[in-house]
Every structure is written in C-alpha cells, then in structure tokens.
C-alpha cells in the first residue's frame, strides 16, 4: 500500500468551522461549535481519504519572520474571537484522542510546516492532499500534491491539481506566489501593487510568466496608470512576493516519518466526544455508517395534516410535540407540532395552532391530559403565543433523565431506540448536521418524523412509568421534576431584564485596567513581550527572573494556572499575571458574551436551565450561563450590577442557603457533634476547628478556622489529601493527618462515608433524600484512580444531589405560594443555592419573609436549614 499524507491547516479549518456553525455551548459552558465543526470534517477525511499519515499543523503566535520584513504583515486582522481561541486547546486535545499528530513552530506559520513537510513527502513519491480554508497552500500544488480547498463553510470543497487549477485560476502552481504579488492579500495585509486586481494580474501572468520577466519587460506593458504603477511599486511587489512564499525549508523538528497514522482509540474518542457534548458524532466512531449513509427505510406511518383545527381533535389523552432544529429554543423557529391520540397522528403547522381559539382552550384545560417531551420547552414556546399549558402528566424527557442521568442523549430517538422501539430515524439522519442541517426537500419526509416522535411519547410511557416505579421514583418525577419545569418554563419565558450600557462600561473600565496591568507587568519584567505567549512569558519568569520552574511541557515552560498559583508570593509579578488572566476573561467570556445575549426586543436574557443534564440534580444555565459569572474577585461580582428589575421602583431580592450541604451532610450521616452545631447556630467552621485542634473559641485562630472551612467543603465534595494539600497549600501528608483528626472528631461522618460506599458497591448507584440515583459503574474497577474517583463520588452525591432537590422543592412551593397571595413579586433565576426574585418595593418587606419561610421549610430535616434574604437596586445590591 502506498503512503498517502494528509496536512490540514489547523487555524484555518478551525476558523472556517468557528464561522459555519452557530455558538454551541457543551454542559460546562465551553464553546465547542469549532470543535464540532473540525471534527465532522476530519471524520469525512478519515473515512474517504484512508490516509496512512496525517498532520495538523498550527500557528504558533501573531509574530512571524515575515514581520522582519513588515512589520503590518497580517496587521488589519481583526482579533481572534475570544469564543474561538478558547478552543484551540480542545482541539489538541481532539487531535490526541485521534491519535494524529499536531505541530507548531515558533516564528513559523502553518502554511511554513505543511510546505516543508510535502516537500520532503513529495521527494519521497508520497501521494499528499492539503486541506486548507484560504488559497496560500495552491503555490504547492503538483503531480504529487493535491490542495483542498473550502469555499463555504468547511463542507463545500475545491480540490485542487496543476489542470484544476489551470482550469478556475488560468496559472500555473509556480504563478501563485507571482499573483499575489501583483494583487496583494487584503486578509494577510500584504500590499502588492495598487490597480492591479485578479483579473489584470491574471493577464499579466499570462503574457510575462513571471514578476522578474515582467519587470524585465515593463515597458512594453501598455496602459499608462498600470505602468506608472507597476513602477511606483516594484518594492511593494517583490516584497508581497517575500511574504506570500511558503518557507518549504523550515527548522521543523519533526519529519514525515512522525506523521503515522494508526488510527484511533475508540474509547479514548467516545469519552472525549461525552464531554464535549457530541453524542451525535457516537455513532461515527463505532464504525456504524449512520452518520454519512442513506437514511434508514421505515415502513411509512399514517397520519393527517392538519389544516384547521376543530374541538373534535382532541379526545382523550394525547401526546404533543413542537419541533424545532436547533438547541435554543429561544431564538429557534418553529417548523410545526404534532399530536397523537386514540384518533389517530395529527401534524399541525405552526400557523394553524397559534390562531386556533380551540387549540388554546385545550392546551389551558387542565382536565386535558398531555404527555410531551420537555415540558420546559413547550411552556416557553407557547408563550410566544401567549398560550398557557395545563394537564401536562408525563414527560419523556425528565423520565429518561432520572431513569438514568449518565446518558448523554436524551432526544427521543435515542430515548425509543434504548428502550426497544428502533422504527424512527435519527434527527441527524432526516434534518443533516452541522451547515447542511435544514429541512430535507420532501416535506412528507420531515412531517412524518416529527409524527413519529409524537408517537413514540405516546407509546413509551407506560413503559416508562413501569420503570421509574420500579426504581420508586414515580413521585421524584411527578411531585418534583415535572411541577419544577413548568416554574422553570415561566422563569425562561420571563427573562431577566440588563442594562447593557453598564456592561459596555464594565468593558470599558476593564479595557483601561489591563492596560495598567499589562504596563505593570512589563515594568516588573524590565523589558516587554507577549503577555498572553507562555512561551514568552516562561523565559521572563523562569530564566529572568529565575523563579523555581514547576513544570515543563513538550513546548517549553508551563505558565498555567495551577504553576501560578504555587508561585504566589514569590515575586509580585505573578500576583499581576494572575489578576489580568482573570480580568481578560471576565472581558472576553462574560462581558462580550452577555452582551451577545441580550434580547433586542426586551432589552432581556432568557437564560435556559438545564433541568435534564447534570448527575447530581443540579440545574445548570446556557445562553449564557449564568452560574458560571465569577464571583471571587471585586470585577467579576460588578457584572451583576447589569441584572435589574424589569420595572422602575422595584427591587432585585437575592435569598440564599446558608452552608446547605454542610447541614445535609449533618443530617445524611447522623452526626450528634455537628447537628448540635447547627441547632445552636454556631459558626460551623469555628466549631470545626475546635473540635480538630482541640482548642477554646476564643483560642481559634484565623487560619485555623481557614483550615477547617476547606476541610468541611472537602468532605462535601469527597476529600482527598492531594485535594486539601492543594488548596491549604500544605504537604499531602499534613493534608491526611488533618483529614485524620477531623473524622475522629465526627465519626459518624467517618462511618457515613464508609457505608455508603459500601452500599454503592453493593447496589450499583447511590440515591439522595428524594430517591434520585446516580449509577457508579466504575465503583468495582480495577484502576486505583477511576475507582477512587467512583468512591468520592458516591460519598458526596448524596450530599450535592440531596441539596439539589431541596431547592427545587423550594422554587415549586414559592412559585405556589406567589400565586396564591396575588402578590406582583416573581421568580428570575436560580443560581447555585440561590433564588433571584424581582419584586416591587411596597412588597419586598412581605416578600422577604414569605420567601424564607418557605425556603427554610421545604423539608423537614435534624438541623434547620436557614436563609439569607437581602435585596436592593441591582442583583450586585441585592448581594
């Protein structure tokens, strides 16, 4: 078999994917749309191409030997979006799941790496295709080098070869440089010569084959103003020639030799798609030909369109759906509904429902029954209509979340597909993925789907109920997830209202900040450089300033976050380098992406909470993620200044749990000492640390009491000596000794984490207050590390998932009770163990009080739960 080499342009591709795809967000947070992008286009490679060899190569900074000769080289690029560069790690991580290889090289660009690796390729007799998002690489075009180039996005492709090129570009491989130098690069800021666009430099080439016989011949070239250009500009041409020439001869340290490619580990790729949140790339992976071949053949189904709706429809109970393509509900279109009942399978277009007196009559009527999927999403989306929805009882979504939380793939496909039922098509197989996704050309085709999807809700739940019955489950779902969802459904629909001048001036104010920062910095160096290059800023701190250099990578020194801190106090450069990471970020990430977020027509964002996601129970938030916005540092609090009332006069009420985990965890393990701690409303820490250290109150001292908060925490979130020796700063076997001594001060909390890891290896799963379980597979493996990390989850699952349940017991009970009383004040966010309300200033002392009552008695454990209630002008106030 003979050696065939494939050299993808990394940054390239990476940009291209990053503008195909719409932002998308994985659980944590983290914008994967590049990502995903690269991906489907390195899988299509993989499966089509069957190359032997494959490399990525990347850009190693904005700095480049081609600077020395102009400095504007590349200057009018507009800066990376801080959305794509956070990428680029995920995609190296990709890359080593692959298994491919990936290379950088300092003062080098990507175009400099593939032209000096296919050159040794091709003296080799190597078949090699380039893949690229720009028309730089067609200068390396040959018998030998075939150059791939995107047109739209990164699925529309041009290949080309010496006749391709010849064909749609009239020149020659060797002529691209010279084309560039006469018509210039607007994107990399190279000059050529004004006047001369494509079409005349075209002509040129033609007629003198190259710029030196050009040049040579300058004054046969006719047209006056070209000729005076061309003269004017003859430095500006050779020069753009420099500039537009691959280096084929960089100093790389790798050859073609390193660009093996095996294949990949299957495993290692299917854990890393799970976290990135690609579960429709799964089936890619298994060899399974779902992703790229012709869509599965079902027996075609029954079912009616209709054109108008009459009271008649709706008989008995029914399953309804609303469709639409994309995850964001928020900003999505409809593309129609569909209902099925014992009449039959209806598909309803979105213009015929949304007018339908009879159809909003029955979506109020709560003696109507209705099972759908997302109760959450059908709420908002009805809302747009101003249409309530009553009689919900069954939802597919949530029951599959709790039959089992590890899933990553909830959509109803998958969902039928697990439990048996396999007549129904993949989403991706009928809408496409990625820039093809849209609705397929026979509109029977995509209706009948939709259809399908109905059906399979209508039919699953009895199953469905049969199984979460069995787990006893039944009221988790009807007394918790379910009620909870059309409370969250309405905080969705309502928003919360920002005052976006404020984050245009936080960003502002945090723009001038960097730059004394920055300044800063660079006086405590003595001399400037790249602060965002750690492979500028290892040498300054390591070599300059000789700090003690913790850890080296492949690339050199590493200045991450976690060397950094162990740096703390050392110098105080580090303290500056730390502050402004963070304050980029909060520019960058939060400032910019909140602002992206906010609804033009409310002047609101309408976060959406993620209620089928998280192992624990936990919410989390998307578009944007509200749980995420940092608060440990002054300008990372200041952004909830932006989140106020919707109204004037009224005030943003905040109410948080105090310590809730500690008080389940009180509770869970039974433990008298720290019980009695919280019935007599100590401060839990100091207590703590008295009964570690075996001292007085008054002999507790501050980082005593330091200690003892992080060992608390700690035991929250399953402690470790490593994890404790880290955030005290202290040895690991200072960290175990202090771990010791706390649980022989509580040894009921000792037991507790004994017995119910025992209990998981007994049973498979462990459960919280409310019975909402989390399977702990990997509780029995062999593996030190995957099992230990199976026991601290299982230790702390109850204690997280268990407060989890509390406060949405809580939003369920305040939702009912703000109805009941009339009252304006209403439900914004939730948010950690906090609850975000916005209400008017008359009711707030009112408000107040409800709000902890309820809070505090949403169920009744050993200790007493309490809450902090504050509010003011702003969420920040209201803190």
């Not at 050529?192 to 016989?213: D, F, I, M, R, S």
């Not at 079912?303 to 009459?310: H, L, Q």
């Not at 609303?322 to 593309?335: G, K, S, V």
């Amino acid at each position: 078999m003979s050696n065939k080499l494939i050299l993808i342009d990394g940054n390239s591709i990476a940009y291209r994917a990053f503008f195909a795809l719409p932002l998308l967000n994985n659980d944590k947070g983290v914008y994967t749309n590049a990502v995903y992008g690269f991906t489907t286009m390195l899988l299509r490679i993989l499966e089509e191409e069957k190359p032997s060899h494959v490399l990525v190569a990347f850009d190693a900074g904005k700095t480049t030997f081609r600077h020395e000769t102009y400095k504007e080289y590349k200057g009018g690029r507009q800066k990376t979006p801080p959305e794509l560069s956070e990428q680029f790690p995920l995609l190296r991580e990709l890359l080593d799941a692959f298994q491919i290889k990936h290379y950088q090289l300092e003062n080098f660009e990507a175009d400099d790496i593939i032209g000096t690796i296919s050159k040794q390729a091709k003296q080799d007799g190597w078949n090699v295709k380039v893949i690229s998002g720009d028309k730089d690489l067609l200068q390396l075009v040959s018998e030998k080098i075939d150059v791939s180039v995107t047109k739209k996005g990164i699925s529309d492709v041009m290949n080309y070869t010496p006749d391709t090129l010849k064909e749609d570009m009239e020149i020659s491989p060797d002529q691209v440089i010279d084309l560039k130098a006469l018509m210039g690069d607007k994107s990399d800021n190279i000059p050529g010569v004004p006047g001369v666009g494509q079409k005349t430099a075209v002509k040129l080439l033609k007629e003198y084959q190259t710029l030196e016989n050009l040049y040579d011949h300058l004054d046969e070239v006719s047209g006056k103003k070209l000729k005076e250009n061309l003269t004017n500009h003859k430095d500006d041409a050779f020069m753009s020639k420099d500039l537009a020439t691959i280096n084929q001869s960089s100093p790389i340290e790798i050859s073609v030799k390193d660009t093996l490619y095996d294949g990949y580990d299957a495993t290692n790729l299917r854990n890393l798609f799970g976290e990135l949140g690609f579960s429709s790339l799964m089936g890619r992976i298994s060899g399974d030909e779902e992703a790229d071949v012709e869509s599965t053949t079902l027996e075609a189904i029954d079912f009616e369109k209709i054109e108008s709706i009459s009271e008649d429809l709706f008989t008995g109970v029914a399953a309804f759906d609303i469709e639409i393509l994309e995850e964001n509900y928020h900003r999505e279109q409809m593309i129609g509904a569909s209902l099925v009942n014992e009449k039959g399978k209806f598909f309803i277009p979105i213009d015929v429902f949304k007018e339908s007196t009879a159809f909003k009559r029955w979506a109020e009527d709560s003696s109507k029954k209705k099972y759908v999927f997302d109760a959450k999403k059908i709420t908002v989306l009805l809302n747009r209509f101003e249409i309530g929805i009553e009689g919900i009882s069954f939802d597919l979504l949530l029951a599959s979340y709790l039959i089992n939380p590890s899933e990553n793939n909830h959509d109803i496909p998958a969902i039928s597909h697990r439990f048996g039922k396999t007549a129904i098509q993949f989403d991706d197989e009928v809408y496409g993925k990625g820039a093809k996704k849209g609705l397929p050309d026979e509109e029977d085709k995509w209706i009948e789907h939709i259809v399908r999807k109905t059906t399979m809700i209508y039919e699953l739940k009895k199953q469905m109920e049969d199984e979460l019955e069995g787990n006893k489950q039944l009221d988790l779902l009807y007394e918790l997830e379910l009620p909870l969802a059309l409370v969250l459904g309405e905080m969705e629909a309502r928003g919360v209202k920002v005052d976006s001048s404020r984050l245009v001036e936080m960003g502002k104010e945090l723009t001038e900040r960097l730059k004394v920062l920055e300044e800063e910095v660079y006086e405590l160096a003595g001399e400037k450089f790249n602060l965002n290059s750690p492979k500028q800023l290892g040498p300054i701190l390591f070599e300059k300033l000789e700090l003690p250099a913790i850890k080296k990578t492949k690339t050199g020194y590493s200045t991450s976050a976690d060397v950094l801190e162990q740096l703390q106090g050392k110098h105080p450069i580090i303290e500056k380098i730390l502050l402004y990471r963070q304050l980029k970020k909060l520019d960058s990430t939060y400032i910019a992406g909140l602002l992206r977020e906010v609804f033009k027509q409310d002047e609101k964002i309408h976060t959406r909470f993620n209620q089928a996601l998280t192992q624990t129970g936990r919410l989390s938030s998307i578009d944007p993620n509200l749980q995420n916005i940092p608060i440990r540092i002054e300008e990372g609090r200041k952004i909830r200044q932006a989140f106020i009332p919707s109204k004037a006069g009224w005030k943003m009420l905040a109410a948080d749990y105090s310590q809730i985990e500690l008080r389940v965890l009180a509770h869970i393990a039974e433990d008298e000492k720290l019980q009695a701690a919280f019935q007599q409303d100590k401060d839990i820490h100091t207590q703590t640390a008295m009964d570690v250290f075996h001292v007085s109150e008054k002999d507790v001292t501050s980082n005593m009491r330091r200690q003892a908060k992080a060992v608390n925490f700690g035991i929250v979130y399953g402690i470790s000596d490593y994890g404790l020796s880290q955030s005290l700063g202290i040895t690991r076997k200072e960290a175990k000794k202090f771990i010791e001594r706390y649980l022989e001060s509580y040894p009921s909390v000792r037991d507790y984490m004994k017995d119910i890891v025992a209990k998981a290896k007994q049973d498979g799963f462990v459960t919280t207050i409310m019975n909402r379980r989390r399977y702990l597979p990997d509780i029995t493996s062999r593996n030190f590390n995957v099992r230990s990390f199976a026991e601290r989850t299982a230790m702390n699952t109850p204690i997280q998932g268990s407060a989890a349940d509390i406060i949405k017991l809580a939003m369920i009970e305040l939702d009912r009770r703000l109805k009941e009383a009339e009252v304006k004040a209403r439900l914004l966010l939730q948010v950690h163990d906090e609850l975000i309300l916005e209400v008017p200033e008359e009711e707030v002392d009112k408000i107040s009080d409800l709000v902890a009552e309820v809070m505090e008695n949403a169920i009744e454990l050993s200790v007493p739960l309490k809450v902090d209630v504050s509010h003011g002008d702003t969420w920040y106030d209201a803190k």
